[in-house]
C-alpha cells in the first residue's frame, strides 16, 4: 500500500523504500526516511496526544508566525494543531502524492473568534526516491481580504549541529531574535551554529543547501515562500522548553521556509500556492 492512514497518521512508502509519516494532528510530517535514513528530529519528549502542538518533525505555521499585536491566537497559529481530514491518496505513480485539508469549520471557536474568516488549506505531501515535497494552499472562502504568516517549520536531524552549515544565505538581511530582532546583514557564505541562534532571514533565494556534518546534503527549495528561518534552540533555551530533552540540541536544526516577515494578503475567493521540496543530495 503506498499510503495507509494507520493510529492517527498517514504512512506513505515509496518503491525505492523511502518512507514519510504525516500526523493528522496538525498534518504534522514526523518521520521522512530516504536511502534508508531518518532525515528528521522528533523530540523523545514530544507530546502526541494531542494537547500541543509536535515538538519536531515539520508543523504547518499559520496564520501568525509567532504572536501578533494584530491577531490574538496562540504562538505559530492554529494549524499545528487541530486534526486535519485526511483527504486521501492522489497518485502513487512517480511519486506517493497524499493530500489533508483544515477548514474553518474544524476550528474550535475560541480559534474561530480569534480568526474569523472562512478558509480552506490543503496540503500535499509528495515523497518520491530522495525527495519530500510538501505543499500549502490558502483558499480564501471569505469575501474579506484576510493576511497571514505561513512558514514550513522543518526539523532537520543531525548528528552534531556543529558540523551542520546552511549554503545560500549570504548578502540576505536577518532579523535577530536572540538580539531582540536587530537587524543584519548576512557575510558569511556557509551559516554555522555554535550557540543560541533564532533568525528570521527576509527575501531569501529559493534554492538552499544544508550539509548535515556527515557527508550527507540535504537541498531545499521553496516556493512562494520568501523567508527562512533558522533556529537552534542551544543549552538554555533547550532546557526551558518541557517537551525537548535538555541533551537534543545538538541532533536538531531548523530550516523553515516561510513568508513570515511580512503578512501575505489574500483577497476574498482568492488562492494563494506555496512549499518546499527536500532532496537528499
Ligand atoms: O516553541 P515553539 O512555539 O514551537 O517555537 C519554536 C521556535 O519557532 C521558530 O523557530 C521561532 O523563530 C522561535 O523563536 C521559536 O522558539
Redesign the pocket.
Known amino acids: 500500500m503506498p499510503a495507509q492512514e494507520i493510529n492517527k497518521s498517514v504512512v506513505l512508502t515509496h518503491p525505492s523504500g523511502a518512507t514519510a509519516n504525516v500526523a493528522l494532528y496538525g498534518a504534522t510530517v514526523t518521520s521522512w526516511v530516504a536511502e534508508g535514513e531518518e532525515r528528521i528530529f522528533v523530540s523523545k519528549k514530544a507530546i502526541r496526544d494531542g494537547s500541543k502542538?509536535i515538538?519536531g518533525g515539520i508543523?504547518i505555521?499559520f496564520p501568525v508566525?509567532?504572536t501578533s499585536e494584530k491577531v490574538k491566537l496562540?504562538?505559530?497559529g492554529f494549524a499545528?494543531n487541530n486534526i486535519w481530514e485526511y483527504v486521501g491518496l492522489i497518485t502513487d505513480n512517480d511519486e506517493v502524492v497524499v493530500r489533508f485539508a483544515l477548514k474553518d469549520t474544524q476550528l474550535t471557536q475560541q480559534q474561530r473568534n480569534s480568526w474569523p474568516f472562512s478558509f480552506r488549506l490543503s496540503y500535499t505531501v509528495a515523497l518520491s526516491e530522495k525527495s519530500l515535497k510538501t505543499t500549502l494552499v490558502v483558499k480564501n472562502e471569505d469575501i474579506d481580504t484576510f493576511e497571514f504568516n505561513t512558514?514550513l517549520?522543518t526539523y532537520l536531524l543531525v548528528p552534531d549541529v556543529e558540523k551542520v552549515s546552511v549554503k545560500g544565505l549570504e548578502s540576505c538581511h536577518y532579523l535577530d531574535?536572540v538580539k531582540g530582532g536587530e537587524k543584519f546583514l548576512e557575510s558569511n557564505d556557509l551559516v554555522t551554529i555554535g550557540s543560541e541562534v533564532?533568525?528570521?532571514y527576509c527575501n531569501v533565494p529559493d534554492h538552499l543547501s544544508v550539509n548535515i556534518g556527515n557527508g550527507s546534503v540535504i537541498d531545499i527549495t521553496k516556493s512562494n515562500l520568501r523567508d527562512t528561518?533558522?533556529?537552534n534552540?542551544w543549552v538554555e533555551?533547550a532546557q526551558a522548553?518541557a517537551?525537548?530533552g535538555d541533551d537534543e540540541y545538538p541532533n536538531m536544526i531548523?530550516v523553515?521556509a516561510g513568508s513570515?516577515a511580512e503578512w501575505v494578503k489574500l483577497a476574498g475567493g482568492q488562492s494563494w500556492t506555496g512549499g518546499q521540496v527536500l532532496t537528499v543530495v
Do not use: I, N, S
Open positions: 502542538a515538538r508543523p505555521v508566525f509567532g496562540p504562538q505559530h499545528r512558514l517549520h531574535k533564532d533568525r528570521v528561518v533558522v533556529w534552540p533555551k522548553l517537551d525537548f531548523c523553515e513570515v
